[in-house]
């Protein structure tokens, strides 16, 4: 698909530029410009764009603003050493979008349309991918019902759309690890609801837990199952992985409420790689916190595109605070996290073929 380009006439100077891009807080400054792509039952894909980054206009009758038809995406654009950048595995946050899409009874964007909406706003914005070690552009991806209806049916219009933040390094390694909380009321996803989907409504769901988590001086919400509360899922944001000491990683098997990471998906692939026996399976608090007691557990550690990889050392929880190890981020952790990320950043030979280039 053709996008019209309607690119700023005077960009932002190097010097102002550079002075946002220094320390960003994540998700709170974007670039200058954003592409959308309209969608309408007759017309389908059409109106493919690139504006100045600005409002959205919409009617207050549009059906995301009531019955919250809306998904997204997240991942980002790395610089590598020649000075080029490249995405990774972003086919598989195409796959996952369509299939996000399915499950909100939304139209699915065609990935060629969602990948060239990524690399057209990656272009556009060249200047905003900074190049300090463990920066990078953040990609955001999202999809909402636009028609003019508060009548409780799937909408027929929609706007496709792509905004970029540049973001600093979310891991310092060997740092403190995360200090979690356990959640055992609220619940993050159900049997047969939206857990596998990327929506906004499973986040917002997960807010009062989140709020709750850091007035206790807590980082992050670990959730459980719905129905016993007993078995961990994940975290609002992140997938879960526990580091035994015989080497086995064991991650909660996708069951239809976790949402299934490109992150989770590659630390599974590296650590079999490494010669990590990596098994998914459903694993409880009480194992979790006799695991840690009797120190066969060795490290835990959540992941996703954001955060990337971020060991987990403290957890509370109703019955009490426990640790896991010294409570700091072990081998096995750091180990995976670099990686990851030199095979992002193109500083390691890509064996699995997880990057794309970027012209
Ligand atoms: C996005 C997300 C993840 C991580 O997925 P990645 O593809 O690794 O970024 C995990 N859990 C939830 C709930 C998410 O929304």
């Known amino acids: 698909m053709h996008f019209e380009r309607n690119l700023l006439e005077s960009r932002m100077s190097d010097a102002e530029r550079a002075s946002r891009v220094a320390a960003p807080v994540f998700g709170t400054v974007f670039t200058e410009h954003m592409a959308t792509v309209r969608f309408t039952e007759r017309k389908g894909w059409h109106s493919a764009r690139i504006d100045p980054f600005g409002p959205i206009p919409m009617s207050p009758a549009a059906s995301v603003l009531h019955y919250g038809q809306e998904i997204f995406e997240g991942l980002k654009v790395y610089r590598v050493p020649d000075g080029g950048m490249q995405l990774f595995r972003p086919e598989a946050n195409a796959r996952r979008f369509r299939a996000s899409a399915r499950r909100l009874a939304m139209p699915e964007v065609p990935e060629e349309i969602f990948l060239t909406a990524l690399g057209e706003l990656a272009g556009a914005d060249r200047k905003w991918l900074p190049s300090a070690p463990g920066t990078s552009l953040y990609l955001r991806p999202f999809l909402i019902a636009s028609e003019e209806f508060i009548g409780v049916r799937p909408a027929m219009e929609y706007l496709f759309g792509v905004i970029a933040c540049p973001v600093g390094a979310a891991f310092a390694g060997g740092a403190a690890a995360l200090t979690v909380l356990i959640s055992d009321d609220y619940t993050r996803a159900a049997p047969g609801g939206t857990g596998t989907a990327k929506c906004g409504g499973n986040y917002a769901a997960s807010m009062p837990a989140q709020t709750r988590a850091a007035a206790a001086g807590c980082d992050q919400v670990v959730f459980l199952d719905a129905a016993q509360h007993r078995y961990v899922e994940e975290l609002g944001g992140m997938n879960i992985f ?118």
């Open 242 to 359: 526990f580091v035994f000491d015989d080497g086995t990683l064991v991650t909660p098997p996708l069951t239809g409420t976790i949402l299934p990471g490109v992150t989770r998906d590659s630390v599974m692939t590296l650590a079999a790689a490494d010669s990590h026996r990596v098994v998914e399976r459903p694993y409880s608090v009480e194992e979790w916190r006799a695991d840690a007691a009797s120190g066969r557990l060795r490290e835990v550690f959540a992941c996703g595109t954001a955060a990337v990889i971020t060991a987990i050392g403290t957890v509370r929880s109703a019955q009490g605070e426990f640790r896991v190890a010294d409570g700091m981020a072990g081998p096995v952790t750091e180990r995976l996290h670099s990686t990851l990320t030199d095979i992002q950043y193109g500083l390691l030979a890509d064996a699995f073929s997880w990057t794309r280039r970027l012209p």
